[in-house]
């Protein structure tokens, strides 16, 4: 063994080089998860987009995140290799960051969400080329069939979540403030960090990166190192490739014309069935190659349900976070961003304890298959929406629950997290044939970029009490804003609650054009035979929770209210500025329906996730066995 072996292995445990790509990991996910615990924040808040569109936007972004590592795993597979994808991928998603961090520092102007868009493609394609080809690195540190690969994936995974518990109390910390002018510091943290991951790669690749024969892993293409090819090549074939492109043509069709699915969403799922498609009819695959790409195949599947339900976390949990829990602690407010790492920090408590219990476990011969282990991932994460759809339960929305029921979520979800994904990318690994190696943890991502698209689906159910129909800079005059300014809500809420129900003048108004970024209220004029509606105190506490700032309110119908805070800016000469910005909230939203079911709760919103994750769970317990079967050998 070479002196280059030597320093790459210890002589107990594992080899340096997975804590070298342990630590690249944790940096490039500090970024990632630092960038999403903001960004549906950024969305709502800064560019004031609505919640539906801001999850829309949200599943799509996911969803594409870990729909292009297919690309990056084939041209790892077929031309670069690991490394050079790596640091591709690395220098693509630190462009991305700062282009997020160009769109914070000029969220007010039209350019804004040019730049977002352009930040997250530079993210999406260069996840593509980092993500699949360090996780197969991985397994690569060491001999065939040896039983510390579950172990190692653990590992590597503990470095995922220390990124992703630091991510958001860092860039939350930073960005989350309740300015929207402070997001983009939250973004060029991500930044700094993505840069960090890739500097720590870059310099120690070389010495520690190696195979246990001291052989620098990564650096020729995958295809190149399969023990098991033919020195016959298999001709590519033209016919299969046009076919598979064919049935992936009347899949994005079928997706878009008959389900109704966006542009992005038919990509995803229509790619989702193609790709594999057409790997598993690759002539070259042995019949033992192809029973056990199926089980990867099956065990993904199954996947999509987990991921769709446990990353709510970066859209209607934190919509729940931000509106429905009580996040005082000690005098202080937590921001809602914070939430998002008591899942990382749980996995870096209670990764060693799986860790230990596995190697227990697998010393005595009784360590569970993969897909019993996953089976089990489910049923954790139903348990978890069981938890806190009791939690919320006859609820009233204007009443926030104690952030209790929401950590215990987090907590439970981290269990099953820790019994599905590291233990299905070391399956991934095992399973794989090498020339197939990156291609294949490409298809387990692609079904979690189906998941994140549905997760986004699944978001926009979230039911809303009161919804912003429209949000506006108004020019208005004094004699109108003297007459709206007689109902103070803050006086309203806060020193009187007669009957439940407040007055408010009743209004009709009409807008202007755009007028330096201000639409000017004109025509206002007050009904004239009923001068004052009621709004029930139940929606002006709604109304109060979602923006803390307004002072006044005028009713435009019975559904409409006009709410208008008013903004004091100090300019350079040292004088103030006052403006204002409007709301028109509506007090009654369409309630979302899925399959027929009208989700009018909270309740029934979480039950969904009971239901689906419960069901995927039993499935796939009663699967495992056959699935084993399958394996031939491998567990």
Same mark, same amino acid.
């Given at each position: 063994m070479?002196?280059t072996?030597?320093?790459?292995s210890?002589?107990?445990g594992?080899?340096?080089g997975?804590?070298v790509?342990? #630590? ?6 500090f970024s990632?998860y *630092? ?10 808040k800064?560019?004031?987009?609505d919640?539906a569109l801001?999850?829309d936007i949200?599943?799509?972004y996911?969803?594409l995140?870990?729909?292009t590592?297919?690309i990056g795993g084939y041209?790892?597979d077929?031309?670069w290799g690991?490394?050079?994808?790596i640091?591709i991928?690395g220098?693509?998603?630190?462009v991305?960051?700062f282009?997020m961090?160009?769109?914070?520092s000029v ?9 977002m868009?352009t930040?997250?493609a530079?993210l ?5 080329f980092f ?6 690195m991985v397994g ?10 579950? =172990?190692a ?8 979540n220390?990124?992703?518990f630091?991510?958001?109390? !860092?860039?939350?910390y930073?960005?989350?403030?309740g300015?929207?002018?402070d ?6 943290a991500a *930044? ?7 500097v720590?790669f870059i ?5 520690y ?7 620098q892993? /990564?650096?020729?293409?995958n ?14 074939? &033209?016919?299969?490739?046009f076919?598979?492109?064919?049935i992936f043509?009347v ?8 389900f109704?699915?966006?542009?992005i969403? =038919?990509f ?5 069935i193609a790709?594999?498609?057409f790997? @598993?009819t690759d ?5 033992m ?10 065990a993904?599947?199954?996947?999509i +349900?987990f991921?769709?339900?446990f990353?709510q976390? /970066?859209?209607?949990?934190?919509y729940?976070?931000e509106?429905?829990?009580?996040r005082?602690l000690l005098?202080?407010v ?6 998002q790492? #008591?899942?990382a920090?749980a996995i870096?408590?209670?990764a060693p304890?799986?860790v230990w219990i596995w ?9 569970p ?8 991932g489910?049923f954790?994460l ?8 009791f939690?919320?339960?006859g609820?009233?929305?204007?009443t926030?629950v104690?952030?209790v029921w929401l950590?215990?979520l ?7 997290e820790?019994?599905?994904?590291p233990i299905?990318l070391?399956m ?10 990156s291609? !294949?943890?490409g298809?387990w991502f692609l079904?979690?970029a ?8 699944? =978001?926009a ?6 919804k912003v ?7 208005i005059?004094?004699a109108?804003l ?9 006086t309203?809420?806060f ?5 439940g129900e407040y007055e408010l &003048?009743?209004?009709t108004f009409?807008?202007s054009?755009? #007028?330096e970024?201000?639409s000017?209220?004109? *025509?206002?004029?007050?009904n004239?035979? =009923? ?6 105190l139940?929606?002006m506490?709604l109304?109060k929770?979602?923006?803390?700032? +307004?002072t ?7 559904s ?7 903004i004091?800016?100090? !300019?350079d000469d ?6 204002s910005n409007a709301?028109v909230?509506?007090l009654?939203?369409e309630?979302p329906?899925l399959?027929?079911?009208q989700v009018?709760?909270?309740?029934d919103? +979480?039950? @969904?996730f009971?239901?689906?994750?419960g069901?995927a769970? #039993?499935f796939?317990f009663f ?10 050998? @491998?567990?």
């Open positions: 070479s002196s072996a030597t320093l790459s210890t002589p107990k594992h080899p340096k997975l804590y790509l342990f #630590v690249t990991e944790m940096w490039e996910r990632y *630092g960038m999403r615990a903001l960004f549906v924040l950024f969305m709502t800064a560019l004031l987009i919640k801001a999850s949200y599943g799509s996911t969803g995140v870990y729909l590592p297919l041209m790892a077929r031309y690991n490394r050079k994808s640091v991928g220098i693509m998603m630190a991305g960051q282009f961090f160009i769109a914070g969220y007010q102007s039209e350019s804004a969400p040019f730049f868009f930040g997250l530079f999406i394609v260069g996840n593509g993500k699949p080809n360090i996780s197969t690569q540190l060491y001999p065939e069939g040896d039983k510390r690969v579950d =172990s994936f653990t590992i590597f995974y503990m470095g995922i220390l990124g992703a630091i991510a958001p109390l !860092l860039c939350g930073l960005g989350d403030t300015n929207p002018a997001f983009k510091w939250g973004f060029l *930044g700094v960090g993505m840069i960090l991951s890739l720590l310099t120690l690749k070389n010495k990166i190696v195979t246990p024969e001291g052989v892993i /990564g650096e020729k293409s295809s190149s190192r399969d023990e098991v090819e033919t020195t016959e090549k298999v001709p590519a074939d &033209p016919k299969r490739m076919m598979w492109v064919g043509a899949l994005f069709g079928l997706f878009f014309k008959v109704e699915l966006d542009l969403g =038919s995803i799922f229509g790619l989702t790709a594999p498609g790997i @598993i002539p070259s695959l042995s019949l190659e192809r029973q056990r790409i199926w089980v990867v195949y099956i993904a599947f199954f996947v +349900f991921w769709a339900a990353e976390a /970066g859209a209607s949990l934190t729940f976070a509106e429905q829990t009580d005082n005098g202080s937590i921001p809602a961003s914070y939430f790492s #008591v899942n920090l870096v408590i209670f304890i799986f190697g227990i476990l697998g010393k005595r011969n009784m360590e298959a993969s897909p019993f282990k996953q089976a089990l489910l954790l139903a348990l978890g929406y069981l938890v806190i759809a939690g919320v339960k609820i009233d929305p204007s926030k104690s952030m950590v215990s987090y907590t439970i979800h981290t269990l099953g820790l019994c599905l994904s299905g070391s991934v690994n095992k399973l794989s044939p090498a020339r197939f190696a291609l !294949l943890m298809v079904s979690t189906s998941a994140n698209k549905f997760a986004g689906t699944l =978001s159910l979230y039911p809303e009490e009161v129909e429209k949000e506006f800079s108004p020019q005059s004094a109108d003297k007459v709206i300014e007689s109902n103070l809500i803050d309203l809420i020193k009187s609650e007669p009957k &003048p009743i209004a009409s807008l054009k755009e #007028v970024g201000s000017v209220i004109k *025509g206002l004029k007050y004239e035979q =009923s001068q004052h509606g009621t709004v029930s139940f929606h506490k109304i929770g979602l923006n803390k700032n +307004f006044s309110a005028v009713m435009i119908n019975e409409m209210v006009l709410t208008i805070e008013k004091e800016k100090k !300019l040292g004088t103030f500025k006052t403006t709301q909230w509506n009654k939203p309630k329906k399959a027929g079911f009018n709760t909270l309740y919103f +979480f039950m @969904i009971v239901i689906m994750a069901a769970s #039993v796939l699967l495992s066995k056959r699935l084993l079967v399958l394996m031939n050998g @491998i567990r």
